[in-house]
C-alpha cells in the first residue's frame, strides 16, 4: 500500500515539474526526453508508459528507475521526504527476491523431507559439515563440493546444514540468503542451452537488464551476508556425454562468472563418480582450484570428504529408531551403520523385525544382500551387470591375487556393457582409481567395499561348485583361503545359504574343518542367531533342525568349555531359543549354570535351577540341577542338601564308578559337562587332593580321550598342575607344566582363552614355589585382569590368595593389604561371605 501511495506522489511531481495537467501517451516520449537531457540517464518510453498505465505492469519498478525519477523530481527543488520512495524500495527489492528463493528453497527441503528413506525426524545433522560450512563462508572461496560414494546422506546432510544454518530461530546466517534447488530443474534437455545466469533469472523471475549476478550480489551486498546457490541431484540427471561436458561446462562458467560477486558463493554435492569427471574439467585451471574449498575430510584414495558416520552419530540415529528398545546394539552392526544407507535397511528390517538385534554379523549380511538385490536384481541391466561382476572375479583369480583389476583388461566388457558399467559406478558397488606404479599412471576397477567383493566371490565359487555346498565346497575354501582374509566371510555366507535354504545336513561339513577355537564358538552363534532370524518366518526350520539331528553336533563342539570368549555364552542363549528337545534344554542351561558358578553369580545360579527342575535328567551320571542346588546353599551358608549324591562323589573321589560310566567309551560332552559341575563342588566341599583323585578317576575312565589331547583334557591336565604344585611342589609337576607348555605352543590357536588362563594359573602357582616372585606376580596379575574383565569370581578369588601370599614373603605389606581389600570389596559386591575364600 505505502508502495502504490509514494508511487502515485511520484508521478504528480514529475507532472507538476514539466506543467503537464492531463497526460497523454505522446507526452511519455518527451518526459523520456526531459530525464535524458537533465540527468543524463536513459528512462525508456516504455517504462515512463508503463508508469503511467499506459502499457501493462507485470513486475515492480527497478530500483535505477525509481532512483532516476526521483532525483529528476529532486532537481526542481522538492523536498527531500518526498523521495523516500528510494530508501524504502531497495530492501524491499532484497527482501523479494529471498521470498522467492526461499519459495524455492522450502519446496526442495519439504521433497527431501518426504523422500527421506528413513522417517526425516529420526536422520541428523553433521557437525563435520558445519564446520566445513563455516570455514568455506569466511575463506576467499567461491565454490565447495560434497562429494562421496553413493549412500553416504549428501542430500540429507544438505537439507539440514541449510535448514541449521538459514532458517532456524537461532540461525547464525539469518541475513542471508538461499536458492536451494535440484540438478534436474537446472539441466535439462530442454534447457541445456541456456547458461545459468539465465536459469537463475527464470527460476528466480527477475526482470532486469542489468546481469542477474551482479544484480544479485549488489543486493546482498547492500543487505549484507551472502547468497548461496546450492545444487544437488546430479545422480538424477539422465544426460548424454557430451551433455554433460556441456553441464560440466556450464558450472565452470557460472564460478568464473562469480569472481568479481563477492556475495555469491555455490554449494553442490555429488557422487565420487561425478566430481572425477567435472574435476577433468577443471584440474588445468589454478583460478579454479584455488577457488574451490575441498574440505577438511578430503580422501583423495576414496575422492570423498563426507566422513562416515561417528560411532557417536550412529548411537544418536539407533536411538532414534528403537526409542522403544533400549538393549544395547551389537557393536559389530554399529561399525556398519556408518554408512548411511545401511541405517535406511536397518530400518527396514526393525519395522519387519523390531527384536532384530543380533551379536553376530547375521544383520550386517542382511544388509549387504538387501543392498545388492536393489541395487543390481532389481535394476536395470541386471544381467549385463552380474557378468560384468563375474568378469571382474574372474580377473582377480577369485579373490587369490588381489581384489582389483585393470581397466583396461575389461576393454571387451566396457563396450558391451557400457551402461550397466556405469550404473555400478553411479550406484556405489564398483569404483574406479587411478595408481602411479611408473612413470604412466593406470586406471584399476574395484569393488567399493569389500563385503560386495566377499558376496559375489561366493556367489562366482558356488556356481563353480554348481550350486551345491558339501564337505569338498568347505575344503576348497578353507585350503585355497587359508590366510586370505576373506576366508572366515566366505565360510559365514556359505552358512547363511545353507540355512536359508534348510540344508542342515549339508552344513554339518562345516564341522569337519580345522577350525580354531574363536572360530568354532562364532560359527555357532551365528548359526543359532540366523535359524532363530529365519524361523520367525519359516517355522518348520526348527523341526528340520531337530530331524536332522544338527544340535547333536553343536553340543559336541561345546565341549571346549570356552567361558571367557563372549560367543560361547551367547550362544549358548541363542541355542536355547531355537531348541525344542528337553536333552537339548538340559545340556545348554547345565553349561549355563557352570558359568553362573565361577561367576558366584547367586541369582544367576537360582534361575538355571529354576529351568533345569522341570527337565528329564535321567540320562545324565547326575541331575545338573542338584549339583547347583549343592554349591547355591553353601555360597548361601545355608545346609548342604542331596547327600546322597555327594556320598557318590566322594566314592567317585576313591576310584569308584558309582555312576556306571562306560569304560574306554569316547566323552561324551555331557560327561565333561558332569566332570566340571563334580569338579566345581569339591572346590566348595573338598580339597587339593579330593580334586585329584577326581581327575584321576577320570583319565581311568577315558584313556582313549585323554591321549585325544582336545582342548577338555588340556584344561582337566592344567587343572592337575595347580592341585599338584600345591600339594607336591617339585620334579613331577614342573614336567607336567613342561608337557603342558609344550601341548599349548604346539595347538595355540586352537587352544581357548580360559584354557589359557587356567595354564597361566599354573605357571603362576609354579613360579610362586620356585620362588620365582616376578615371574609369579606377571602370571598372577594378567590372570587377575582377565578374570576381573569377564567376571570369572571364582578364578579371581584364587588368584587373590596367591598375590597375597607372595608379597607376604616378599614382607610388602602395603600390596598385602590392597589385595586383600580387593578382594573383600569383590565378595561383597556378590553379597559372599568373606570366610568362603
Not at 554349591?631 to 548361601?636: P, V
Not at 587352544?751 to 616376578?774: G, V
Amino acid at each position: 500500500m505505502e508502495y502504490n501511495n509514494r508511487l502515485e506522489e511520484l508521478k504528480g511531481l514529475i507532472l507538476s515539474k514539466l506543467g503537464i495537467r492531463f497526460i497523454t501517451p505522446a507526452d511519455c516520449k518527451r518526459i523520456s526526453i526531459e530525464i535524458s537531457k537533465h540527468l543524463n540517464k536513459n528512462v525508456s518510453e516504455t517504462t515512463i508508459k508503463r508508469l503511467f498505465g499506459f502499457a501493462l505492469v507485470k513486475h515492480k519498478f527497478s530500483t535505477f528507475t525509481l532512483t532516476t525519477l526521483a532525483e529528476y523530481v529532486d532537481m526542481a527543488g522538492i523536498d527531500q521526504s518526498q523521495v523516500a520512495i528510494t530508501k524504502v524500495e531497495q530492501p524491499d527489492e532484497w527482501k523479494i527476491l529471498k521470498e522467492k528463493s526461499d519459495a524455492i528453497t522450502n519446496f526442495t527441503l519439504k521433497t527431501i523431507r518426504n523422500r527421506s528413506g528413513i522417517p526425516y525426524d529420526m536422520t541428523i545433522s553433521r557437525k563435520f559439515a558445519e564446520h566445513d560450512f563455516e570455514e568455506f563462508y569466511k575463506g576467499d572461496f567461491i565454490f565447495t563440493t560434497f562429494v562421496s560414494q553413493p549412500g553416504y546422506g549428501k542430500t540429507i546432510l544438505l537439507s539440514h546444514l541449510t535448514e541449521n544454518l538459514f532458517y532456524k530461530t537461532n540461525a547464525v546466517h539469518k541475513d542471508c540468503a538461499v536458492l536451494f534447488i535440484k540438478a534436474y530443474s537446472f539441466f535439462n534437455k530442454e534447457a541445456m542451452h541456456l547458461h545459468l545466469e539465465e536459469q537463475l533469472k527464470l527460476h528466480l523471475q527477475i526482470e532486469t537488464n542489468e546481469n542477474v549476478l551482479q544484480y544479485i550480489d549488489r543486493l546482498q551486498g547492500a543487505h549484507g551476508g551472502k547468497f548461496f546457490i546450492i545444487i544437488d541431484g546430479f545422480a538424477e540427471l539422465v544426460l548424454k556425454k557430451e551433455d554433460k561436458t556441456i553441464l560440466y561446462d556450464s558450472i565452470i562458467n557460472l564460478i568464473c562468472s562469480l569472481e568479481d560477486c563477492k556475495h555469491i558463493k555455490l554449494v553442490m554435492a555429488m557422487r565420487s563418480t561425478t566430481w572425477t569427471r567435472f574435476y577433468d574439467r577443471m584440474r588445468h585451471s589454478s583460478f579454479l582450484k584455488a577457488k574451490w574449498f575441498p574440505g577438511n575430510y578430503f580422501n583423495l584414495h576414496e575422492l570423498s570428504n563426507v566422513p562416515p558416520l561417528s560411532e557417536k552419530e550412529v548411537e544418536i540415529i539407533i536411538s532414534k529408531i528403537n526409542y522403544l528398545d533400549k538393549k544395547e546394539i551389537n557393536p559389530r552392526l554399529k561399525a556398519q551403520l556408518k554408512f548411511p544407507f545401511h541405517i535406511q535397511l536397518y530400518y527396514q528390517l526393525k519395522e519387519e523385525d523390531p527384536d532384530f538385534n543380533y551379536y553376530t554379523n547375521i544383520t550386517f549380511y542382511e544388509l549387504v544382500s538387501r543392498f545388492i538385490q536393489e541395487k543390481i536384481y532389481r535394476s536395470n541391466y541386471y544381467t549385463e551387470k552380474i557378468l560384468f561382476l563375474k568378469k571382474i572375479i574372474q580377473l582377480t583369480s577369485y579373490g587369490k591375487t588381489s581384489n582389483s583389476v585393470e581397466k583396461d583388461a575389461l576393454i571387451a566388457e566396457l563396450s558391451a556393457f557400457r551402461n550397466a558399467y556405469m550404473e555400478l559406478l553411479s550406484d556405489g558397488i564398483l569404483m574406479e582409481e587411478k595408481r602411479s606404479e611408473d612413470p604412466h599412471p593406470k586406471e584399476y576397477v574395484r569393488f567399493l567395499h569389500p563385503h560386495m567383493f566377499e558376496y559375489f566371490l561366493f556367489v562366482e565359487i558356488l556356481e563353480k561348485f554348481h550350486l551345491q555346498v558339501s564337505k569338498d565346497f568347505f575344503i576348497y575354501i578353507n585350503d585355497e583361503y587359508d590366510y586370505n582374509q576373506v576366508r572366515f566371510q566366505l565360510l559365514q555366507w556359505a552358512t547363511r545359504f545353507l540355512i536359508k535354504t534348510g540344508n542342515f545336513n549339508s552344513l554339518k561339513s562345516l564341522f569337519s574343518l580345522n577350525l580354531n577355537s574363536f572360530e568354532t564358538n562364532y560359527i555357532i552363534l551365528f548359526i543359532a542367531e540366523e535359524i532363530k532370524y529365519r524361523s520367525k518366518y519359516n517355522a518348520e526350520i526348527l523341526g528340520i533342525l531337530e530331524d536332522d539331528n544338527f544340535h547333536e553336533i553343536i553340543i559336541s563342539k561345546l565341549i571346549n568349555m570356552d567361558f571367557i570368549d563372549s560367543c560361547y555364552p551367547e550362544a549358548i542363549v541363542a541355542l536355547i531359543e531355537i531348541a525344542r528337545n528337553e536333552e537339548h534344554l538340559l545340556m545348554y542351561y547345565s553349561i549355563l549354570g557352570v558359568m553362573q558358578i565361577i561367576r558366584l553369580d547367586k541369582e544367576g545360579i537360582q534361575n538355571i535351577i529354576n529351568k533345569l527342575s522341570p527337565l528329564d535328567s535321567s540320562k545324565w551320571m547326575v541331575n545338573p540341577a542338584h549339583i547347583l542346588e549343592i554349591i547355591l546353599a553353601k555360597l548361601n551358608g545355608e545346609a548342604i542338601v542331596h547327600q546322597d549324591l555327594l556320598q557318590q562323589i566322594e566314592a567317585f573321589k576313591n576310584g569308584d564308578n558309582p555312576f556306571l560310566v562306560k569304560e574306554n567309551q569316547q566323552m561324551e560332552t555331557r560327561e565333561g559337562v558332569t566332570y566340571v559341575l563334580m569338579l566345581l563342588v569339591n572346590i566348595f566341599l573338598g580339597d587339593a587332593q579330593s580334586a585329584r583323585t577326581i581327575i584321576e578317576n577320570i583319565v581311568k575312565l577315558h584313556p582313549k580321550e585323554i591321549k585325544k589331547k582336545s582342548n577338555f583334557d588340556l584344561y582337566i591336565l592344567s587343572l592337575y598342575g595347580i592341585y599338584g604344585a600345591k600339594l607336591y611342589p617339585g620334579r613331577k609337576t614342573n614336567q607336567i607344566e613342561n608337557i603342558m607348555v609344550h601341548l599349548s605352543g604346539r595347538n595355540n590357536s586352537f587352544l581357548t582363552k580360559y584354557q589359557e588362563s587356567i595354564l597361566m594359573m599354573f605357571q603362576a602357582e609354579q613360579a610362586y614355589h620356585r620362588k620365582e616372585y616376578s615371574l609369579a606376580i606377571d602370571y598372577a596379575k594378567e590372570c587377575l585382569s582377565l578374570f576381573r574383565r569377564n567376571e570369572v569370581v571364582l578364578n579371581a578369588m584364587y588368584i587373590f590368595n596367591l598375590l597375597i601370599m607372595i608379597y607376604t614373603d616378599l614382607e610388602n605389606y602395603d600390596l598385602v593389604n590392597e589385595y586383600k581389600y580387593e578382594k573383600l570389596c569383590l565378595l561383597d559386591e556378590q553379597h559372599l561371605s568373606r570366610q568362603l575364600f
